[in-house]
């Protein structure tokens, strides 16, 4: 039987062969899929906001790009992961809402992409697929046996990456 | 003090019940002048959830929901935002536009329907800004609306993101307004920006 767990807003999880992780509902947040493909280990952080060094409270680790990924990666070694074999999929970083202004608010979801981004190339971990940005929301599924993420959207049909 | 609403006490929360209070019945009041029809509402509830349970919310982060969102600016900066769950929206649709028995009937909504919900949400929001900016002495301006439909997950995260940038909890108002045997549940949820919170919260007297 797989396991299937599932990943909350500004929660992380991970998981052994064979699992699926879960996150429903992404919006401008985004979704930090990690793969050790050899020992099929799988991590998933869904992350809020970009920095932990902008926030007054950062002391939930899964809230922030930053240190989501460093916590992420952290416990799939833990479970066994070669740091060295460790890949990245992200997807989500949705705008919902289109202004005419562009304060924060709105750009948070391309901020959220970008600092995700830059935390993984800063640790030398390779994006090799993405889903992001749009005006639409999304449910990510994460399978340990190969990798592949799953999207699921109201409207935008179902692909996988 | 650090503001966030994980520290904040049971009056604050007091208050912002109030307004949601006064807000809703103006509301309540506004949408019966438009449809000449007597509205009732039930007195709304105050709550504050962790962003773990935040889609529970609206039955499941996956449930298709309606988001209304303006922006704010004048004394106060920040966003309010009012959800439903699209079967709810159909309702509200239909009790505006007298077509009661018909809910749930299609899935998609017109164009029409879609202006009607933005005038709705506009008429709301400007009804619960009215309260506060009466209840505080402050001036608050809100800006035109925007609407999304989509995961209520997704469209939940936008509050979620303000209110984390503070804490780890949302707040909300949940309002259910009553026309016959027609009713529907929406939540409100006020956002302001983080500078803003000391201003709220001292023109409420909850700081001072």
């Known amino acids: 039987m797989e396991n299937v767990v599932k990943v909350g807003m500004a929660d992380l999880n991970v998981t052994r062969d064979p699992g699926v992780l879960i996150t429903l509902g992404l919006g401008s947040c985004v979704g930090i899929s990690l793969y050790d493909s050899v020992k099929r280990i799988i991590g998933m952080a869904h992350i809020m906001l970009p920095s932990s060094e902008q926030a007054k409270n950062n002391q939930n680790r899964a809230k922030f790009a930053d240190t989501a990924v460093d916590t992420l990666l952290d416990n799939m070694i833990k479970l066994g992961a070669d740091r060295k074999r460790i890949t990245a999929k992200l997807a989500g970083g949705a705008q919902m809402f289109s202004f005419s202004s562009s304060s924060d608010i709105i750009r948070v979801g391309e901020r959220n992409i970008l600092a995700s981004r830059a935390k993984l190339i800063s640790l030398n971990i390779p994006i090799i697929a993405e889903d992001v940005g749009g005006n639409y929301g999304r449910t990510i599924e994460f399978y340990s046996c190969d990798g592949r993420l799953v999207i699921k959207t109201i409207g935008h049909g179902v692909s996988q990456i | ?208």
């Open chain 2, 1 to 208: 003090m650090s503001l966030s609403l994980d520290n904040l006490d049971n009056m604050y929360i007091d208050v912002l019940r109030e307004i949601g209070n006064i807000g809703a019945g103006n509301a309540a009041t506004a949408l019966a002048k438009i449809m000449n029809k007597k509205i009732d509402m039930d007195v709304p509830k105050a709550k504050i959830i962790e962003f773990k349970n935040i889609s529970e919310v609206l039955g499941g982060a996956e449930t298709p929901v309606i988001g209304i969102m303006l922006s704010v600016d004048g004394d106060l900066s920040g966003n309010i935002m009012f959800v439903l769950e699209q079967k709810a929206a159909k309702n509200l649709v239909y009790i505006l536009m007298g077509q009661i028995g018909q809910a749930g009937a299609a899935e998609e909504f017109t164009e029409m329907e879609l202006s009607a919900l933005q005038e709705i949400g506009n008429i709301l929001a400007g009804s619960y800004l009215s309260s506060l900016s009466t209840l505080t002495g402050l001036k608050i301006y809100p800006q035109v609306p925007a609407l999304a439909i989509d995961m209520a997950g997704a469209i939940l995260s936008v509050p979620a993101i303000e209110f984390g940038k503070t804490g780890d909890t949302v707040l909300y108002i949940e309002t259910e307004f009553i026309e016959d045997d027609a009713s529907v549940v929406g939540d409100f949820f006020l956002i302001p920006e983080v500078e803003s919170y000391e201003i709220l919260l001292k023109a409420l007297g909850v700081i001072s």
